[in-house]
């Protein structure tokens, strides 16, 4: 989460293929949390187990079912003005 601080990166991608990882997902939002808002990462989980709903919701993350839609995802969380493929 230091790299989160220093580089103050709009967005945290993370992909997941196990159910078993959702752990990891929720310390990770817990810690993106941390930094203040201007500097407070969105996260964005995708992968497998998202997919075929292997992995419940967490508060304070996007979670992406379609891989297509990351791009536009990330972009809005950006604010940039491209438009979706």
């Not at 078993?20 to 990770?28: K, W």
Request: hydrophobic letters at 40%; one cysteine or more; proline letters at 9%.
């Amino acid at each position: 989460m230091t790299l989160i601080k220093r580089h103050q990166s709009a967005t945290l991608a993370v992909s997941i293929t196990l159910a078993e990882q959702r752990a990891s997902v929720v310390t990770i939002t817990e810690c993106g949390a941390e930094p203040p808002e201007p500097i407070r990462p969105k996260i964005v989980v995708w992968g497998y187990a998202v997919k075929v709903g292997l992995v419940p919701t967490n508060p304070g993350t996007d979670f992406i079912s379609d891989i297509s839609s990351l791009a536009y995802r990330i972009r809005q969380s950006t604010n940039s003005p491209a438009s979706p493929a």
